[in-house]
C-alpha cells in the first residue's frame, strides 16, 4: 500500500499563487506516475495533471495548461505550483498515485485525503 499527504494548501486572493505538495510513503517501490486532482461539492473529480516517476513526461488538463506546473523532485514527492489563481479554483485539491507509467487521467491506485484551497475574489 502507498499513503499520500497533501500539504501546501489555505486561503489566498485572485492572482496570488500557491504550491501543493505530495509526499509518499509506503510501499514506494510500487509508485510511477503521481497526479493531481481537484474536487468541488456536487461535481465530479477534475484531472488536472500528471507527472511520471522520471518527471519528464507530463500531462495537463485544458483548464489548467499554462497556469499550473506539476513536478517531481524525487520519486516520492510531487508538487502543483499554481500561479494566477482565480476563485473559480476553489476545491479540495487531491495527490494520487499510478502503478503505471501513464499520466494522463483515468483510474488511480492511491489517494490521498485532500487538501483544501480557497481563492478570495
Known amino acids: 500500500q502507498v499513503q499520500l499527504v497533501e500539504s501546501g494548501g489555505g486561503l489566498v486572493q485572485a492572482g496570488d499563487s500557491l504550491r501543493l505538495s505530495c509526499a509518499a510513503s509506503g510501499n514506494t517501490e510500487r509508485l510511477n506516475t503521481m497526479a493531481w486532482f481537484r474536487q468541488v461539492p456536487g461535481k465530479e473529480r477534475e484531472f488536472l495533471a500528471g507527472v511520471n516517476s522520471s518527471g519528464r513526461r507530463k500531462e495537463y488538463a485544458d483548464s489548467v495548461r499554462g497556469r499550473f506546473t506539476i513536478s517531481r523532485s524525487a520519486k516520492n514527492m510531487a508538487y502543483l505550483q499554481m500561479n494566477i489563481l482565480k476563485p473559480e479554483d476553489t476545491a479540495a485539491y487531491y495527490c494520487?498515485?499510478?502503478?503505471?507509467?501513464?499520466?494522463?487521467?483515468?483510474?488511480?491506485?492511491?489517494w490521498g485525503k485532500g487538501i483544501q484551497v480557497t481563492v478570495s475574489s
Open positions: 494520487a498515485g499510478r502503478r503505471t507509467d501513464y499520466v494522463g487521467s483515468g483510474t488511480m491506485d492511491w
